[in-house]
C-alpha cells in the first residue's frame, strides 16, 4: 500500500531523475515515451468500477423509473482477452442497479454492488477471495473511488475522471469512460497482442 | 429582489472597478479569478428547473410515447452533499412527465411539475414552505424560467443556456446541461470539500 | 414556383449585386449580416420531415424492434409559440412508424406519414387545407426531400443536412438537426420575441 | 485473395509510382484525388458487420438487460439503392442478439449472428449463395473482422476502426460507424446518383 502522490512519482519524478531508483522498485511497471506499460503477470486481480468507466457516466431515465447506461461492445472483447488470463476480475458498484448486474452478466464479470465504502468492500473481497491488495489494479472515475484508488497497489481512470482521482492514479488512460477503457487496458498498458488471442 | 442585470454587475462591472462598491453589499458572494464564489450559508433553498439542467434537454421518445431523458450520474453525488447541508431543494418543472418525478424520487428531491407559471409557483411554494426568495437560487436555461431567474436573489445557468438567460443569470456555469451542473454548483460555486463529505 | 437554385441566388448573387434586383421581388424575406429574415406573416403553411430535422437523424433500435428517436426539448417551446400564429403546422414522414406519430401527438401537430412521394403528398395537401405551396415553407435534410424542398416558395435545412440539400435550401440554418430547428427558426429566421409570446 | 497491406498500396505506393502499375491489374477501383472509387458493377456481394459498422459501437443496457443499439436513418435510404441492385447484401454479426436481427429486418438485409469465426463462416455463405469472396467487399471496424477483411477482393471500414483495422483495409471511410457508412459507400466510393435512384 502506497500513500503518496503515484501520479507525480510516475509523470514528475520518474521521468525527470530515473537515475535516482533502483529499477528492482517498480519490476512491473514501467515509464516508455510517456506511456505507462504494466506487466498483467504482476496481477492477481482488476476491480472496475461501473459508472464512469465501464459507462460514460450517463443514465438515461424513462417514465417507469428503469434506468439505461451506455457502454461499449470494444469492451467485450477487452473481458473476452481478459478471462483467458487467470487475473481476478470483479465490478464493484455504489449504486444498488440491476442494470450493473445485467452488463456484468454480459461481460462474465461478477458484480459487488449496493456497496456503501469500497475500501472495506475491496478489504473484505481480498480476504474471502484469497488475493493481494498490492497485486490488485482499481479503476475508478470519481471522488467515492478516491479511498478504493489509493488502498490498491495500481490505480488507473479514464480521461475524464473527477481532477482528484486524475491526481491520484498510477495510470492516467487515454480514453474517457465507456469510450473502450478495457481495450486500453488490455492493449496499450498490459500491451496484449489481442490478434494472438482471438486465434 | 434585483432588476439590473446581474451578468453585467459580476462579470463586467465589479472586476473592473471593485474600489467603487463595498464589500458589505455583497457578503455572500465574491468574484476571485473570474469565478464566483457563493457561500451555502447564504441559502435557505435551491430550485432546479429539470430539462437542460438536470439533463441535455433531449429527450428520447419510443413507438409507445414513453420518453427518455439523459442525466449525470456525477449529480447524484451532488445532491448526496446537498441533502447533508440545511438548505432546502426542489425541482420545479413545466412538463408535466413520469420521468422527472422518477428522477426526483432517485434523487430524493421533491418535484414540483406541470408549473405553467414559474414566478408564481415559486411564491406560493416560498410561503408554504417558509423560506426566503431573496435567499433562493434558481437554475434554469430556457426562457420559460427568465421570471423566475429575476425572482430569486440568486440565478444560475447551464454554459448553453439561451442567451437571454445566460444575459440576466448571476452565475453563468462552465458546464453544460445534465454535465453535473449540480456538482459544479457544489465543488466550484459553493467550494464544498466533497472528499470530507464522502467520509 | 422557382426552379432555379435558391441557395446561390441569397448567398451569392444577393449581397454582391442586390442593386440590380428589385426589391419588390422579394417582398417577405430580407438578407441582413449574412443571415436571412422571413416574415411569417407571408406564411401558410410550415411543413417539417420528421427524421433528421426534429430528430438528430439517429435511430435507437432494441432487441424487440422498438425504436426511439432523439429530439430537443427546446423545440416544444417554439411549437407553443408557432401555434399561436395563423400558419398551418404539418409533420409529412416516409417513415410508417409510430414514433413519428407519438411525437406529433406531444407537440400539437398533424402528422402525414408513410409518404413515398412527398411532392404529390404536399399537393393534395395543400389542395385539401387550402394553403398555397408558394406560401408554404418545407423544412427537409435529405434526398428524399428534395423535390418538396424545390416545390414549395420557401425552404429551409439544418446546417448537417445533405449537401444537395444545402445547395437548393432558401434557408440554411445555424443548427444540426434535433439541436433545436424549429426554435431557431422562430427566434431567428422569423425574428419572433419569444417573451412576449410566453408572457 | 491478397496478403499484402492494401492500405499501402492504395494510399503510399499507387499515388506515388502509378506509373510502374498496369492499369488492367485494378480494373474496378481508380485513386482519384485521395479517393477512392470502386465500380459497384465487379462486386457480387457486401457484407457488413454489425456494430461499430451499422452502429456507433455503442450499447443501451437497461435493466432488464434489454439492449439497444444506435443506428442512422441516413443508411436506410442508402439500402433501399443497394437493394435495387444485383449486389448480394449480408449482415455478419458475432454478437448473438435480436437486435440485429430487428435491424436487418428494419434494413430488409439478412443476418448471420453468432459467428465465432468470420473466416469460416464467409467461406460457408459465398459456396452456399454462390458468389465469389475475390468479388466480394467485407466492411468492418474491430480486430475480430481482420481475418474477413483479408479474405475478400475489397474492404472498407469506418474512420474510428481499430489502427489494425484501419492498415488492412482497402477503403478508409471519412465517417465514424453508425454516422452513414453506407451512404457514404453508395455515394463517394461507388459514385451512385441518388436522385437519380430515388425518383
Known sequence: MFFFNWHDVFNEVLPTCFSHFSPTVFPTISHINNVLILDIKALEAIVFDFDGVLTDNRVWVDQQGNESVCCNRSDGLGFDVLRKTSVKLYILSTETNPVVMQRGKKLKVPVHQGVKNKVHSL?????DASFDLDKTLFVGNDLNDYGAMQLC???????????????????????????????????????????????
Open 123 to 127: 478489504q473484505t473481497l481480498a480476504q
Open 153 to 199: 497497489g495500481f490505480s488507473a481512470c479514464p480521461a475524464d475522471s473527477h481532477p482528484q482521482i486524475l491526481e491520484v492514479a498510477t495510470i492516467s488512460l487515454k480514453k474517457d469512460g465507456g469510450q473502450g477503457i478495457v481495450r486500453e487496458l488490455v492493449e496499450q498498458v498490459f500491451e496484449i497482442n489481442m490478434l494472438e488471442f482471438l486465434k
